[in-house]
């Protein structure tokens, strides 16, 4: 029941911007879009976050449609280590918490 | 800096065994989850917490149970583990977001991958 989708894979040389989109066609007016990546073996790490504003932190940057029907994020200088799966999320809101559904991502490999 | 530890990263525990996986957070995060992950199947919800002794199932809760002594910790019980119950296991915490809002992050820890043989 993922609400987003995403390309499967990308790549990206080393030192240029990585720009990795995302579609959530769905999305109603208070619902934000979350970023996390996964590192091979490691638990997901929280990139960043947004409601309708472009957004950026000291990881990334990230860029909201005017409609919120979609999104991008932004690596400015991708290196080695950015490589990972990537995933853009819309939660569900369940008995007083939320559940972040993943998907299943996007693979992003930085190449030397 | 938000931290979420996991008791173990690595464990493997034969088929009947009861298995605990322990999960700190050190940030007084209300919410507590636990998620399994496997190929192909994406981060599936098993349980959460909105507060101490208090318990919610995800979506797959069949085979665990959990604890919630204690707001910091959050434990995943496998009374009989079975070699179907070879996963990751991610523990995540987070706070509600303010009032009229819908922002709230999950942070997440390592990572505790079992083997069950």
């Known amino acids: 029941d993922a609400k987003t989708t995403q390309p499967t894979s990308m790549d990206c040389a080393e030192g240029r911007a990585a720009n990795l989109p995302c579609n959530h066609s769905?999305?109603?007016?208070?619902?934000?879009v979350y970023w996390y990546r996964q590192i091979h073996s490691q638990g997901p790490q929280y990139i960043i976050h947004g409601l309708k504003n472009n957004e950026t932190n000291e990881m990334a940057s990230l860029i909201i449609t005017e409609d919120r029907k979609s999104s991008t994020l932004i690596l400015p200088h991708a290196t080695l280590r950015d490589t990972a799966v990537y995933y853009c999320i819309v939660r569900v809101l369940i008995q007083g918490a939320q559940k972040l559904v993943f998907g299943q991502g996007t693979r992003l490999t930085i190449n030397p | 800096d938000v931290k979420v530890t996991q008791s173990s990263r690595y464990l493997v525990k034969r088929t009947g065994e009861k298995v605990f996986l322990e999960c700190v957070q050190d940030?007084?995060?209300?919410?507590m989850f636990w998620y399994r992950q496997d190929p192909g199947l994406g981060l599936r919800l098993i349980y959460f917490?909105?507060?101490?002794?208090?318990?919610e199932k995800g979506d797959i809760p069949e085979g665990y149970s959990v604890s919630r002594e204690k707001k910091e910790r959050f434990s995943l019980i496998l009374e009989s583990a079975s070699t179907n119950q070879t996963s990751m296991y991610l523990c995540a915490s987070s706070s509600p977001g303010a009032w009229g809002t819908d922002q709230e992050t999950q942070y997440f820890g390592p990572g505790t991958r079992l083997l069950v043989l």
């Open positions: 917490s909105y507060d101490v002794k208090m318990k």
């Open positions: 769905t999305i109603s007016g208070n619902e934000y």
């Open positions: 940030m007084d995060h209300e919410n």
